[in-house]
């Protein structure tokens, strides 16, 4: 009898322990999603509908995928996803917009991949899903919570050579990249070495950096692909011109012959050839920011975002002696970054477009990012909320002993995409990235170099029909 | 069953169409992808602007011709099939050879040896790529800097890309050479050598008048494989330099996947395919002859 009840009690106890786990839990989810609840849309009205999503191997994928189970609750929507490595994943996703299969509902995507994508009708306008109050509560989510810059880069008016910032949004950003000029605060200041504000001040002090460091005084992107002239490069040649270069002219004839655009690659291959490191030619953009992090170069012109990385002490050598400014200018003396955001957009081939939807305005909701950014180290961010929470500034707001977070607001005033719309961009920076290379290693000057560009762009342009 | 089946069933009529089946089905398979790769060779199909998609004949082809990259990645193609396959199988005859005498512990070496083969190429391929850093940080400059050797720029140069890629594929691929020449040593009959030996042959002699000629069928064989191979190597450039610096690791088979995958084009990357293709075709025919010559002569 005895034993009888000691058993009972145990039953018992346990039941209270499990139900008590089980409250708790309810409780824990009812808190993480009564922020959503307070939209006025009714989160379930595709239940059980099914979405995949498209997505790149990113620091931002990383922050997403632990996040998504919180979506299924909310929703009741079955969210599956393929992650693939940058160069697949584009491939794969053309394959499956152009055939209109809607195998991806929701597409990781960005401002110049749309341009791809807007022209044959293959990516939804999101204006319509924004502006109907059963899909969206837009007093809750907050459109102008994001940079101006970053949903101003998202709109394109779909006419090839102009117009972004006008027409309708393709994309919501779900983080910002602009570019800055990150250097060793610690060896400038040990030999007095001035912070370059000039393209001139910059090989100069690239050059003293490797004369007493013993370090490459530039580390760059320097693989024959479009990545290599499209961060640091490009800025720096349209803050060189004052913004008034472009890649292609009115008529959309290629312009990377331009007596300015020769000068300032002229220079900038010098600079590189004289105190970069040597495998230049062979680093893609994680070489050269993994070269920074470790301690193995004095100054980097990329991404602003990539300071997550040299800040963090667990994997840097570089943390807390590094300073920030702007890329720099040009005799006019105004900088002038490119501007990228990677964002998600909708495929019209999709079957389940509210479902996607839904997807789309609870990854990118406050919350959400917020959480991305504290939680999983998505940076930078691209609500201003997000930027201003007090975590999130404590942990930015320590980079470059403060400086950082000063130099990415300015640089955020003027930054925007550098690039002149049309759907072969990405081909014509390829070409022009192997145009670089012909003039590192010194083939042919660089005057000869890029008007052979030119006329390779010319070409291709043809041939797609954009001229 | 009607009684006109059963007796054809009992004749054994259907039997050959049934044995041919798996070969027809099998030859099916592999017609049709060759085919439709071929059709879109002679197409502009280009992912990305599906209207344009219209039948050009041959265009494409044509096109290659004045595309100063592809006389670079065929000159490269040929270029680096030729060397690599001379390095490979001299190394793999001198390593079959050593393996073959009696020497301590050949079992042992023989087992070792197989590693290279057990690596899937991308991963020996970035193994090279870090242990080939371009500063002392990578282990091999940092290893020559004992013997007195300045820093070479592995990949950061367009001489030193092209090197390194040797020898990656060397280092991956020498091991099969060997064996293919070990298997050959061993099944080679005694008497010549009895024979050689009884008029009075050196060593070289030996090697040069009677291993050589009864072995020339195995190396003919590995000169096929490998030159197969080097034709269309992929994975290990890709890995490493993706075909620069400066177009210098650019092979027919990557900037087939460039146009294809980077850019597009199917139609033009198709055709640069097809081209390689015949290329490996027209080698590896008249290797076989040789083969075939080789094989009769050393009987």
């Keep these: 009898m005895r034993t009888r009840r000691h058993w009972l009690c145990g039953v018992l106890l346990t039941a209270l322990f499990l139900t008590g786990g089980w409250l708790e839990a309810e409780a824990q989810d009812d808190q993480s999603l009564a922020y959503y609840r307070q939209a006025k849309i009714n989160w379930r009205q595709a239940e059980g509908q099914s979405l995949t999503i498209g997505l790149n191997k990113h620091p931002f994928t990383e922050s997403l995928l632990p996040l998504i189970p919180e979506f299924r609750k909310l929703t009741g929507i079955n969210i599956e996803y393929l992650i693939l490595p940058e160069n697949e994943y584009f491939t794969k996703l053309v394959a499956d917009l152009s055939q209109q299969r809607g195998e991806f509902s929701v597409i990781m995507t960005g401002p110049m991949r749309n341009w791809q994508y807007v022209p044959p009708g293959w990516i939804l306008p999101l204006d319509d899903f924004l502006n109907d109050p059963k899909l969206t509560d837009r007093e809750w989510f907050k459109l102008d919570d994001f940079y101006p810059a970053l949903i101003a880069a998202n709109r394109w008016n779909g006419k090839t050579g102009g117009g972004v910032g006008e027409g309708p949004l393709y994309s919501i950003p779900v983080l910002e990249e602009s570019y800055i000029l990150a250097y060793r605060k610690d060896i400038f200041d040990q030999y007095n070495i001035k912070v370059p504000t000039t393209l001139e001040e910059m090989a100069e002090a690239a050059r003293q950096v490797k004369k007493n460091a013993g370090i490459p005084g530039i580390v760059a992107r320097g693989t024959p692909a479009i990545g290599t002239v499209a961060t640091g490069f490009i800025s720096g040649l349209k803050a060189y011109s004052d913004g008034k270069w472009n890649e292609l002219d009115d008529k959309l004839a290629a312009n990377l012959h331009d007596p300015q655009s020769v000068k300032y690659t002229e220079a900038w291959v010098a600079m590189v050839r004289e105190s970069g490191p040597p495998n230049w030619a062979n680093m893609q953009w994680y070489d050269a920011m993994e070269a920074f992090t470790a301690g193995q170069g004095g100054m980097i012109a990329d991404a602003d975002f990539f300071a997550a990385n040299y800040e963090d002490p667990k994997k840097s050598k570089v943390a807390g002696k590094v300073g920030y400014a702007l890329i720099p200018v040009g005799p006019a003396g105004k900088t002038q970054s490119g501007l990228w955001t990677w964002a998600l957009g909708i495929s019209k081939a999709t079957k389940n477009k509210e479902a996607a939807w839904l997807f789309v305005q609870w990854a990118t909701a406050q919350q959400t990012l917020l959480n991305a950014t504290i939680g999983y180290r998505n940076y930078n961010p691209s609500r201003i909320s997000v930027t201003k929470d007090p975590r999130v500034q404590e942990i930015m707001g320590a980079w470059g002993s403060g400086s950082y977070l000063k130099v990415v607001a300015q640089n955020l005033e003027t930054a925007r995409v550098a690039w002149i719309p049309q759907s072969e961009r990405t081909r014509l920076g390829d070409i022009w990235a192997r145009a670089l290379h012909e003039v590192y290693f010194q083939r042919i000057p660089a005057a000869d170099a890029l008007k052979k560009a030119s006329g390779e762009v010319d070409k291709v342009l043809k041939e797609a029909g954009i001229r | ?299």
């Design chain 2, 1 to 299: 069953m009607s009684k006109q089946w059963r007796r054809h069933w009992r004749r054994g009529t259907f039997l050959p169409y049934l044995l041919l089946a798996p070969a027809v089905v099998l030859l099916a398979g592999m017609v049709y992808p060759f085919g439709l790769g071929v059709y879109y060779s002679l197409t502009s199909y280009w992912l990305q602007y599906p209207n344009r998609f219209r039948f050009v004949w041959f265009d494409n082809y044509v096109d290659l011709l004045e595309e100063p990259l592809f006389v670079r990645a065929l000159e490269f193609t040929l270029g680096f099939t030729l060397v690599a396959v001379v390095l490979q199988v001299g190394l793999g005859l001198a390593v079959a050879l050593f393996l073959h005498a009696r020497i301590p512990g050949r079992a042992a070496i023989r087992a070792l040896m197989l590693m290279p083969l057990m690596i899937p190429p991308v991963i020996t391929a970035l193994m090279w790529k870090i242990m080939m850093a371009s500063t002392n940080a990578g282990i091999l400059n940092y290893a020559l800097s004992f013997l007195g050797l300045g820093p070479i720029n592995w990949f950061g140069s367009t001489q030193g890309a092209i090197v390194s890629v040797l020898i990656i594929d060397t280092w991956g691929n020498l091991p099969f050479v060997a064996l293919i020449l070990l298997g050959g040593l061993q099944a080679l009959p005694t008497e010549p050598y009895e024979a050689a030996r009884v008029d009075g042959a050196g060593p070289i002699a030996m090697l040069r008048y009677v291993t050589l000629p009864l072995l020339s069928p195995f190396i003919v064989l590995a000169v096929t494989f490998r030159a197969m191979d080097s034709l269309r190597i992929f994975d290990v450039i890709y890995a490493t330099t993706t075909g620069g610096p400066n177009d210098a690791t650019t092979n027919l088979q990557i900037m087939a996947y460039q146009y294809s995958f980077q850019w597009y084009q199917m139609g033009k990357g198709m055709a640069q395919a097809i081209v390689l293709l015949l290329l490996v075709v027209i080698v590896s025919y008249l290797l076989m002859r040789l083969w075939n010559r080789a094989s009769e002569s050393a009987q």
